[in-house]
């Protein structure tokens, strides 16, 4: 069995102004590929502590994360020459991308820049491309150590291009296979209940975990890569969720809901508007956050304002003061125009009260009206998302979704 | 100065199930007490791992959290007694209120939860308020451990009304004071550079460390509570960034720099309005997920497709054909346009290329044209934000509402 540490570094990590996901992330990523973390230690960015951690025999693997910026407080990368005995130079090749890089951004080079093209002798160079500090890989003794950024974005992208791959090439490894299926729209209590006879029956060589999040439950299921008839029976299993469960499971592995619906509006050729008052913009955002939105995404109203939905969505000025904006005419009515005025073939509508206030005995804070809709019908219905502004609307996003996903089934 | 040492056990820390939020939690509270910790340390529920961590004698101070629950796979309560050469018995008191503290849910006593009332013997239990598991405090040899379960309000709760205070009364400690100084607009080093002299001539007693994120660097400035002449000489640097700074220092500590242009529409009593294209309602979400957003927020056009620009923008075809849509007439029609249709004192204007796709040699992806403006002054500006799209995204989002902060600045 392979010993794998991992070193988080920075001071912003132990007075607690930076939660560490980064040794989580890497956790899961190394788990997928059969390597099991033994060790994640957080320290100081102090010469001490970093020697000290460096110095740890009982270890086939240590990763770092952290303490590579271009400012004075990162020392990581002077220690580390000096853990491996060796000197810092500047690194020709890597000083001409660097140049490339910052140009790419309109910047100049300058000296702090400059210096992030020293590198330890002896080291082989990760490719950052998206930052300017580089990676580092040594092998000593039998142990490889690998220093990245502690920027999640640039950490991931080197473990992924590089120190996966290298890992993976470099040790046989009895990997094990995940299948995940996404549900949303269900709680972790409900689901369980629901699958409990599903679940006892599963094989025994397969194991279920329930990850909940903000956005719904996944359902991992494990099992050695090894065993090609359990890999089987897995698939085989995930095929009967979404087929026996199609209302709240909607994807497997590392779909995303917007994506499902994305992949299913391009398939239809057709297009898709938003109003949104509670949710107030973050359906949009939901959607134009992934690449090719353009092709199935016209835009939004988000009618924030009373009056604005009275100009812009043509709702009924009594129908507001009738039913209030969180009702089921107001969202009717918003699905309406928004469809004529983007010309869309679908659209979503929210309405309601986010909080912390403006909830009352009727309607109290977490009431959300979501409307869906296309030409030839409009679904309605009202949701009691609880008293947290963040959850309320991010589940009214991810419910509206699954309406529209669900809508779909049906035509 | 005490050394101290968080320890966080669980399988779900290193294989990347649970991001461990205890830490970063206990960091924050021992830092303002004073106490900085050393070390975090996230290791398996092994009685090996568990016996390791907790032999280390340079540390004074040893608080554990994890592996404390009632079902098979929590083994820490056996090891601690193991470690501390003692055994567990029944605790007759604490057994008793497990009782109450059961009953007050409904829930009869059953084996697994006995088995919570089985403590080693020389212990000082720390009562759990939330929660069936008792938590520990053992002192051997000058060292204290403490150890808490690792739901985050019961370890919470037994912190705040126990550890936190026994730490406090047993060693005379120096706080450290904190101030945060909130940057955007300015990649890192080039912020270093022109706080280069700045940097230098500093005090001493106050260390400074550069923290960036997506949204911007915060520059945290720091020294002992003990010395008010260099908390006052800190409050002193900070009024100086602000002030010598305006155009990319935009507030302090905890603040957002959503809520400071917030407080400044509400203190003016104006309204802001938004036309969204490549951010995509990313703004208005931005500006609604903020409780109170309706005091100064009326809604947004997601204008993503060009076709929605000219119906609902009145962007001129002409324009689009000619300049394209990622231009500096098209966003500066928006921002009229928007002011006009929402009847808003101020409107924020984005039309870029996020990519991956659509860029050109004239403009490449990463190419934004923000406008923000009100009714008599129109502020329009080109930038180049790379080539990742929630980057770019993100950045066009802390532009922009930078670029209307400054503009009240000048009004």
Redesign the interface.
């Known amino acids: 069995m392979i010993q794998t540490k991992v070193i988080t570094i920075g001071?912003?990590?132990?007075?607690?102004?930076?939660?560490?996901?980064n040794?989580?992330?890497?956790?899961?990523?190394l788990?997928e590929i059969g390597v099991?973390?033994?060790?994640?230690?957080?320290?100081?960015d102090t010469e001490s502590?970093i020697l000290n951690e460096l110095d740890d025999p009982s270890m086939d693997i240590i990763l770092v994360t952290g303490g590579l910026?271009?400012?004075?407080?990162d020392i990581t990368k002077e220690t580390v020459a000096k853990f491996f005995g060796t000197e810092l130079y500047l690194d020709q090749t890597y000083y001409e991308q660097l140049e490339a890089f910052l140009a790419?951004?309109?910047?100049a080079m300058?000296?702090?820049?400059r210096d992030q093209a020293l590198v330890p002798k002896g080291c082989r160079i990760i490719d950052n491309k998206?930052g300017?500090a580089p990676g580092m890989h040594f092998h000593k003794e039998g142990q490889h150590f690998f220093f990245m950024p502690g920027?999640p974005?640039e950490m991931k992208l080197m473990m992924e291009n590089d120190v996966i791959p290298f890992i993976q090439t470099h040790y046989s490894l009895q990997s094990v296979h995940h299948h995940t299926v996404l549900t949303t729209g269900i709680p972790e209590s409900e689901l369980a209940i629901k699958l409990e006879e599903w679940e006892n029956a599963l094989d025994n060589g397969i194991s279920l975990?329930y990850?909940p999040n903000y956005d719904g439950v996944r359902l991992r299921l494990s099992c050695y890569s090894g065993d090609s008839s359990l890999i089987t029976e897995i698939e085989k299993q995930v095929a009967y969720l979404k087929e026996t469960y199609p209302s709240f499971v909607y994807g497997e592995g590392e779909e995303t809901l917007g994506e499902v619906i994305a992949t299913k509006l391009v398939q239809k050729e057709q297009f898709l508007a938003?109003a949104?008052s509670?949710?107030?913009?973050?359906?949009?955002?939901s959607?134009?956050?992934m690449?090719?939105?353009?092709q199935y995404?016209?835009?939004?109203?988000?009618?924030?304002?009373n009056?604005?939905k009275i100009?812009?969505l043509n709702v009924a000025a009594e129908h507001l003061f009738q039913f209030g904006a969180v009702s089921k005419p107001v969202v009717t009515q918003m699905v309406r125009e928004t469809l004529k005025?983007?010309?869309a073939n679908y659209a979503i509508a929210t309405s309601g009260i986010?909080?912390?206030?403006g909830g009352t005995e009727e309607k109290p804070v977490g009431t959300v009206w979501i409307a869906v809709g296309n030409g030839r019908r409009i679904v309605t219905k009202c949701f009691q998302f609880g008293n947290e502004?963040?959850r309320v609307?991010r589940k009214a996003t991810m419910t509206a979704m699954n309406i529209l996903r669900t809508e779909f089934l049906n035509n």
């Open positions: 001071d912003e990590l132990l007075i607690g102004q930076v939660v560490d996901t040794s989580a992330w890497i956790g899961q990523h788990n099991k973390i033994d060790k994640i230690v957080s320290i100081r502590a910026g271009p400012t004075n407080d790419s951004y309109n910047l300058n000296d702090l820049n998206k300017t920027v974005m975990a990850l938003t949104e509670c949710t107030g913009g973050y359906i949009a955002h959607f134009t956050k690449a090719g939105a353009s995404f016209k835009g939004s109203i988000v009618a924030y304002e009056e604005v100009e812009e005025k983007f010309q986010a909080g912390p206030t502004r963040e609307i």
